[in-house]
């Protein structure tokens, strides 16, 4: 049995992460010093508008993160003074039974998740109303205004804060246990044997639905029914567009596909990128856009570790664009010095290096400023250093956007920087971006993403080679 298997089959570290929550709650505020509880409401069930059946579920994440339950209509409750953790689930319903057989009961919870006590959700108003009677000056930390439990200590005069929880959990979600971190493996590595289904897939598939589809069939026969966010398959000019979404449109005389797509595994998020050549092989321009955009992951790679600025990786990624640009004779007019201070390489490679990594595609603690100033910054979703224990995403791209780069091209300012018959040649090529899940560590990094990377790899396994 490896390692990772031996430890996904323990708990999910609820307590832990509520007494890491605890302990920054206990840092920023006197009141959890004394007979504090936090206090969480999971996700409900909704019902499709005008329907009766409900809509996909998806566990609240500060709720998972604290309980490790992903069943809908739960709530938790933990005393900080005992370290005591409490989930209340749904009572057992014999109607409901008849449709969809017994659900969990309380002693099947205690043994499946990390938790002190369960009771039935009928039992959560009176063990709210005795802990505030027990303590007069107990006080409740939640997330936002609960919308039913809670609402039972309406005629107490508990205090409670609604501000300081959310930032807790998000901060603490940042760092991650050796759980977590094999969550975020076993999600890759489904999204290995993905990526590698696509390759294989497309000599034969003609539409981009087609690999959409050997994508996501690959994730659900290895167990992942979930994706971690919308898939991209974007071939030719799709590419382009950072997030295309419409995954339909038909790959003949188009020369690469963007491949961004990721599994989900109880609830812990991959997020990986691939761009391949539709023909089995890279024509002259997509392998230089390519190698170029090789050479930003690696050198940004290289300065990776924990305590680094992350600004410092991405301007590090722009400078290495900017120069790969000059080379190729898209860029002119300048030295990479200048390019850089004109921030013409935004015009390419419009967004952030990366994100942090989790329960999220986009998980939470980055701290980003979206109302920045200076383009080359404003979407970068980290700000600051990377501490040791995050995991987060690697992934430069060079764009070919119209929408994007004909401004550019307009502006007196920047269009003499830009060699208009070169781009000509290039426009087609799409978009290339290559994107790792990367554990942060004291001197370095360790990659957690598989899959199938580099011109030559993924050539000889297009062709047959393994």
Same mark, same amino acid.
């Given at each position: ?142 997330? =936002?205004?609960?919308?039913? +439990?809670?609402? #039972? *200590?309406? %005629?107490?005069?508990? !205090? $409670?804060?609604?501000? /300081? &929880? ?116 890279? =024509?002259?321009?997509?392998? +230089?856009?390519? #190698? *170029?955009? %090789?050479?930003?992951? !690696? $050198?940004?790679?290289? /300065? &990776? ?162």
């Amino acid at each position: 049995m490896d390692q990772q298997t031996k430890i996904l089959e323990g708990k999910y570290p609820a307590k832990a992460h509520c007494a890491k929550v605890a302990s920054y709650l206990q840092t920023r505020s006197a009141n959890a010093a004394g007979n504090a509880v936090i206090y969480l409401e999971g996700q409900k069930t909704v019902l499709i508008e005008d329907n009766d059946e409900p809509r996909p579920f998806r566990q609240r994440r500060p709720f998972f993160y604290l309980s490790g339950c992903s069943l809908p209509d739960c709530h938790l409750i933990y005393e900080l003074s005992t370290s005591t953790l409490t989930l209340f689930i749904p009572d057992l319903n014999p109607d409901s039974v008849i449709w969809s057989g017994l659900p969990l009961l309380p002693p099947e919870a205690l043994g499946r998740y990390d938790i002190d006590a369960c009771f039935p959700n009928s039992q959560l108003p009176a063990r709210l109303s005795s802990l505030a009677q027990k303590d007069s000056d107990i006080r409740f930390y939640i997330k =936002d205004i609960p919308r039913d +439990a809670f609402l #039972s *200590l309406a %005629q107490t005069t508990v !205090s $409670t804060d609604t501000k /300081l &929880l959310h930032p807790a959990v998000d901060e603490c979600r940042v760092t991650k246990d050796s759980y977590e971190i094999a969550l975020l493996r076993k999600a890759n590595a489904i999204s290995t044997i993905a990526h590698t289904a696509v390759l294989h897939a497309i000599p034969t598939a003609r539409n981009e639905q087609d690999l959409e589809a050997a994508f996501i069939a690959a994730c659900i026969s290895n167990g992942a029914k979930y994706q971690a966010y919308h898939p991209i398959f974007g071939s030719g000019p799709n590419a382009a567009t950072l997030h295309y979404q419409h995954n339909d449109q038909p790959l003949s005389a188009r020369k690469n596909i963007l491949v961004d797509a990721g599994a989900e595994w109880d609830c812990y998020c991959s997020d990986v990128t691939r761009t391949m050549p539709l023909s089995g092989s890279f =024509d002259p321009n997509s392998r +230089a856009i390519y #190698s *170029l955009v %090789q050479q930003m992951q !690696s $050198t940004a790679l290289a /300065l &990776l570790k924990a305590n680094v600025t992350w600004e410092t990786l991405h301007v590090r990624a722009h400078e290495i664009a900017v120069q790969g640009l000059l080379d190729l004779g898209i860029l002119k007019g300048g030295t990479a010095e200048e390019l850089m201070k004109e921030r013409i390489s935004v015009a390419f490679f419009p967004h952030g290096l990366g994100h942090y990594l989790g329960l999220d595609t986009h998980d939470t603690g980055g701290n980003p400023d979206y109302g920045d100033q200076d383009t080359m910054f404003r979407f970068l979703r980290i700000r600051g250093e990377i501490p040791e224990g995050a995991v987060v995403t690697v992934e430069p791209g060079v764009y070919f956007c119209p929408f994007i780069v004909e401004p550019y091209l307009k502006d007196e300012r920047t269009k003499r920087f830009i060699d208009e018959g070169v781009l000509e040649r290039f426009w087609e090529v799409g978009g290339v971006r290559i994107e790792d899940d990367v554990l942060v560590t004291k001197d370095g990094y360790e990659n957690l993403t598989t899959a199938p990377k580099g011109i030559e790899e993924m050539e000889k396994m297009m062709a047959g080679g393994c």
